[in-house]
């Protein structure tokens, strides 16, 4: 479900997910147990939270099964930020994150590699930037020491140098993918769904049409007012004495400025009036079609609901789908930003004529869902395969998915590291009326629609 707020997981239904599921969460052997799965309690983890006074929140979870330590730091900043003059500088100063401080003059990722960090990556996006890594009982001290240091310090290091290698990377990144239709497509979707302005009309790594005339002191001014404590969630999971983690945070981050946390803007969903179907072509492998509707934000209710929807819908449009080889692909992703998001259908087809039995296929379930809904059984097979994904997730305290991102964007985006727990519980307490309800209301007006064909 919410996998790190960002729904986008393919649904695999595998016999050994279904069996964890058994285990774990009282699976639904037949039809006359239907709604057992939904009486389900959720996985909770553990935390401690708590605000230095500079302003940066920490949240502590103490798990003595993993081997190591994650550490998340995650900033509320990213594209939505920037000025219309300054396109591309949260992808630029992601990039700078890590180059050095004053006293770390080589390489970071060197010296993380020589304590035996793993995954360390930093990233961004729409919303928010982050810098992850799994980190060896060992070195968890040092660690955490300097990651307080790149916070503090990466900005007094920055030069002019610095600056202009990120900005020829990010530029060769995306010259790279400037010949595809398909990205080409995934750039438009965004400029038609959203209206000129719209924080998200624009692609948070490929929109970089301001990255040359952005300076040293830009970038500078960035990390200084995006990257401080007041604007910052650090999260750590792991093998750790939760006391002992409290004093080290307090010594290697409580001395820093606080800077000030960036001003939250709400927004609407949008509601642009109706685009015509559009068609572009190019030399592609297989014809695409995306359906694209606007719905709420991650820590929205119905967001939770449109997920079990959006499973519900792989599932019933795969039965259908023709059996030629090679197979049209259905992919049904739910893009759920801080503000508002996207509810999204992307087909892909060897022809034209498969392209288009398919996308009838869709409405018609689509209508299906609005008028019927699902059955009990069904709906209560969906939760139960959530739910074991969940179980998965939570093995892990690190990575991509684990139980430090999944607090960090708890609180980051809904200010509350125990809003995941929440909305599982909201999507285990959903019945069909609801789906109904929610698909009725957020799938009923007509999509964006925009082809991909072969030139």
């Not at 219309?84 to 970071?108: K, Q, Y």
């Not at 793993?118 to 009982?137: F, G, H, I, Q």
């Not at 992919?331 to 503000?339: A, F, P």
């Amino acid at each position: 479900m919410k996998n790190l707020g960002f729904k986008t997981k393919s649904i695999i239904v595998s016999l050994l997910a279904v069996c964890a599921a058994a285990l774990i969460f009282w699976r639904v052997a037949d039809p006359s147990r239907t709604g057992f799965v939904s009486q389900a309690a959720v996985p909770k983890i553990a935390f401690e939270k708590f605000t230095l006074d500079n302003g940066l929140t920490v949240i502590i979870h103490e798990d003595h099964r993993s081997p190591g330590t994650a550490i998340n730091l995650w900033y509320h900043a990213g594209t939505r930020n920037e000025r219309p003059n300054s396109h591309g500088i949260a992808h630029l100063s992601e990039h700078l994150m890590f180059t050095g401080t004053p006293r770390i003059t080589e390489d970071v990722a060197k010296v993380l590699k020589g304590m035996g960090v793993k995954n360390a990556t930093a990233s961004t996006d729409s919303d928010r930037t982050r810098l992850m890594m799994d980190v060896p009982e060992a070195n968890f001290d040092g660690a955490l020491r300097l990651v307080a240091e790149l916070m503090a310090g990466t900005v007094e290091a920055l030069t002019e140098s610095k600056v202009n290698t990120a900005r020829r990377q990010i530029q060769q990144e995306v010259a790279g993918n400037n010949n595809s239709p398909y990205i080409f497509a995934e750039d438009l979707l965004r400029s038609r769904i959203y209206p000129p302005g719209h924080p998200y009309s624009r692609h948070p790594l490929r929109s970089i049409e301001g990255i040359n005339s952005i300076s040293l002191a830009d970038v500078k001014e960035w990390f200084r007012t995006s990257y401080c404590p007041a604007n910052a969630v650090l999260v750590v999971a792991g093998d750790l004495k939760p006391q002992t983690v409290r004093q080290q945070v307090e010594q290697y981050f409580g001395g820093m400025q606080p800077g000030q946390a960036l001003s939250r803007e709400q927004s609407s969903v949008p509601r642009a009036a109706p685009i015509k179907p559009e068609t572009i072509t190019g030399k592609i492998p297989r014809q695409r079609l995306y359906m694209v509707w606007n719905v709420p934000g991650y820590a929205e209710p119905d967001i939770d609901r449109l997920d079990l929807i959006r499973h519900y819908l792989t599932l019933k449009i795969q039965e259908r789908a023709p059996r030629e080889k090679p197979e049209p692909e259905v992919d049904i992703s739910l893009n759920s930003h801080e503000l508002c998001g996207e509810f999204q259908i992307r087909l892909t087809a060897s022809t034209s004529e498969q392209l288009e039995l398919l996308q009838r296929e869709v409405e018609r379930q689509i209508k299906e869902v609005m008028l019927q809904g699902p059955a009990p059984a069904e709906l209560e097979e969906i939760k139960t395969e959530l739910l074991s994904s969940l179980s998965s997730d939570l093995e892990q305290v690190g990575g991509f998915g684990g139980k430090a991102g999944l607090l960090a964007i708890s609180e980051v985006f809904a200010g509350d590291p125990d809003h995941y727990r929440k909305a599982y519980q909201r999507m285990l307490e959903t019945t069909p009326a609801d789906v109904k309800a929610v698909s009725s209301r957020w799938l009923a007006a007509s999509p964006y629609v925009l082809q991909v064909k072969n030139q």
